[in-house]
């Protein structure tokens, strides 16, 4: 899930940068974006799908 992704990944950054370990802070940020782009691929499926419905609608079908 995207969410638990963002807070590890910025747990893992925040302790990274306390602890001054590089690896884990770069591990956190890491995270973080993958959860920025679950939610972006999330959206254009959102966004496909309205289009394809509206295209349904427009054809009668």
Known sequence: MALDDKITGKAKEV???ATG????????KADQLKAKFQD?????KDTVG??????KDKLGK
């Not at 972006?40 to 254009?44: F, H, P, Q």
């Not at 309205?50 to 295209?55: H, M, P, Q, S, T």
């Open 40 to 44: 972006a691929v999330e959206d254009v």
């Open 15 to 17: 302790a990274g940068k």
């Open 50 to 55: 309205g289009i394809a419905d509206k295209v």
């Open 21 to 28: 370990d590089e690896e884990l802070a770069q591990e956190g």
